[in-house]
């Protein structure tokens, strides 16, 4: 095949995502896994039952139809007024993509020209970089420091240039649960719209705030028409392997993300969106008590890992712990991930991999608490023997 690698030089250097490569590590030593961020308990019976109805009653076993079925469309403008008082017309506005996942690639390749600039928070979620890679754009870091991971809004500012087409913004931040204030999200909204930017929300984890609260960006005057806002049902509703997400925006910019959603998948898990439809329409009860629940398991693991040595920064939001493991006398997290399953058969996520400035992370580490109670106290008492 000559000298020419087979990989495009876009994704070079990419290969396996941490996720899979730490998850098949778990399994392969049989380990605790903290890694990937998935429950390891289903989410609620009924709407998996949901699931299994539609199924049964053929609703959804062909193609459905490419923007999403018109019942998880209702259900999601119904989710977006309820929770935010934000209106979205449910055929113009709303886009069912393959996950958050998909709706991140379309909305990317969508809107993106080549050498277009894309500022996003430094440590970046792992397909944000593939994806801008993709598109022939180019990646702005924003840095988020530790201890406290706010965002420098006049770095920020810096930071722009003639060639800055977009903000990705992610907010509960995955990894280090960075929530950001209704302050932080003024003084962006105002820097985008100085600007004329475009502004890639994700916001998977807005159910999962246990510090402050979930503000949408879209709400922020002069920002709907410049938004496309990103969910899934993975993260609220406990079924990660549904690839249920959406997108929410202007009829202009969900056209567009529409334009590249149909030529990646088409459309997907047919039967899941009329359970994700019922899901949404759950009561104020279910996501009051999820998110309780998952906030006494971060209470819980960051108690073990501070008492298990490592220095803990605790997250606003998320499914994430960020520590740093400086004070066990280590200095590399991607050596301690990879070495953590023999010494002690816990596995972990290193935020080095987030980083283009890989130094900044070096000595962080990421662990999941999605886990059962009983679970994240057997991986402590693990990491403690370490
Ligand atoms: N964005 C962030 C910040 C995530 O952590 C994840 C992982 N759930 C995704 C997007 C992808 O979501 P999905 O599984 O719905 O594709
Ligand atoms: N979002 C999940 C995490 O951060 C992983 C999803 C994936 O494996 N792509 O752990």
Known sequence: MGARPLLNRRLAGMGTTIFAEMSALATATGSIN???????????EEVREAAVRALRDGRGNQYPPGPG?????????????????????????VLVTAGATEAIAAALLALLEPGDEVIAFEPFYDSYAACIAM????????????????PDLDELRSLITPRTRLLLINTPHNPTG????????????????????????????????????????????????????ISSAGKTFSFTGWKVGWVTGSPELVAAVRTAKQYLTYVSAGPFQYAVAEALRLPDAYYDDFRAELRRKR????????????????????????TDITPLGEKDGIEFCRELPARCGVVAIPNAV?????????????????????????AVERLRGR
């Not at 079925?69 to 506005?93: K, T, W």
């Not at 022939?136 to 840095?143: E, K, Q």
């Open 34 to 44: 903290l890694g990937q961020g998935f429950p390891d308990t289903d989410g609620p």
């Open 354 to 378: 987030f980083y283009d400035n890989t130094d900044i992370g070096r000595s962080q580490v990421r662990f999941a608490f999605c886990k059962r109670e009983s679970v994240l106290r057997e």
């Open 69 to 93: 079925i018109p019942e998880l469309r209702a259900a999601v403008a119904e989710h977006q007024q309820r929770f935010y008082g934000l209106s979205y017309d449910p055929d113009r506005e």
């Open 178 to 229: 960075t929530v950001l204030t209704a302050e932080e999200l003024a003084a962006i909204a105002e820097l985008a719209v100085e600007h004329d930017l475009l502004v890639i929300t994700d916001e998977v984890y807005e159910h999962l705030v246990f510090t402050g609260a979930h503000h949408p960006l879209a709400a922020l005057p002069g920002m709907r028409e410049r938004t496309v806002a």
């Open 135 to 150: 598109a022939g754009a180019v990646r702005v870091p924003l840095t988020l420091r530790q201890p406290a991971f706010r």
């Open 299 to 322: 209470d819980l693991l960051a108690t073990g890992l501070a008492d298990a040595g490592f220095r803990v920064f605790e997250p606003q939001g998320t499914y994430f712990i960020t």
